[in-house]
């Protein structure tokens, strides 16, 4: 097995990374990168047959609206419909990719050289998983975005409880590595932030930025 880190290994987002055992070649992930990165990505360049996205974040999806007709991209069924509704508001076309679906710790099969295991995860956006691959007799499992302080951290505790065993390498997303998160350690106490403000505006007119995939804080908001 030959695994390729095309980018996310020295920047935040915009992750993308390959793997490859015999006749097969899958990526892991195709996204946008959030700020300036320092590797460019042009999926028209490499040679693959089908994209598995972790969950639907534009740092992990971004690059998919490139791909032609004939690549296939995997992804949980909620997932396609919050980036397909997307699509919609900004007035982009549909895309135009072949989609195949994951589901919580059932094998997808790419072949005979590649199968692939999802595992729910607790994060902001629904159908979030990390990823484990098997090939040529070894394990490899790629985290995704995870947390355990969301209003779903009962999914991690499952995750804890029964994990992926006996796996060779470990590729693990690092958002939060080297910043402080003191003030608002978990995702009540963003809401509990946010109730604050309001408090504090009394009648006059509150409006909230936010990423429209960013469910749990959309629900904060309501």
């Not at 360049?45 to 974040?57: C, E, R």
């Not at 910043?179 to 604050?196: C, H, L, S, T, Y």
């Not at 505006?201 to 936010?210: P, Q, V």
Request: hydrophobic share 40%.
């Amino acid at each position: 097995m030959k695994i390729t880190i095309h980018r996310g290994s020295r920047e935040i987002g915009g992750v993308c990374i390959q793997v490859q055992s015999g006749d097969r070649s899958i990526l892991l992930d195709a996204g946008s990168p959030l700020g300036e990165s320092l590797s460019t990505v042009d999926l028209n360049a490499l040679d693959f047959s089908d994209i598995v996205i972790s969950h639907p974040h534009q740092d992990h999806f971004g690059l998919i609206e490139t791909l032609s007709s004939k690549k296939t991209v995997y992804m949980g069924p909620i997932a396609r419909k919050l980036i397909e509704a997307t699509r919609v508001f900004l007035q982009q076309p549909p895309l135009i990719c072949s989609f195949g679906e994951l589901q919580s710790r059932e094998w997808v099969d790419f072949g005979s050289d590649i199968r692939i295991m999802p595992y729910l995860m607790d994060h902001s956006c629904p159908d979030a998983f990390g990823l484990l691959i098997e090939a040529e007799g070894k394990r490899v499992y790629y985290s995704g975005d995870f947390r355990a302080s969301g209003p779903r951290k009962e999914v991690f505790d499952y995750f804890l409880a029964d994990p992926p065993r006996d796996v060779d390498v470990l590729l693990m997303e690092g958002t939060m590595m080297g910043r402080g998160n003191a003030r608002f350690p978990n995702e009540k106490a963003v809401e509990n932030g946010m109730i604050e403000v309001l408090k504090n505006l009394g009648d006059r007119a509150c409006f909230l930025i936010s990423s429209g995939r960013h469910v749990d804080r959309l629900c904060a908001a309501y």
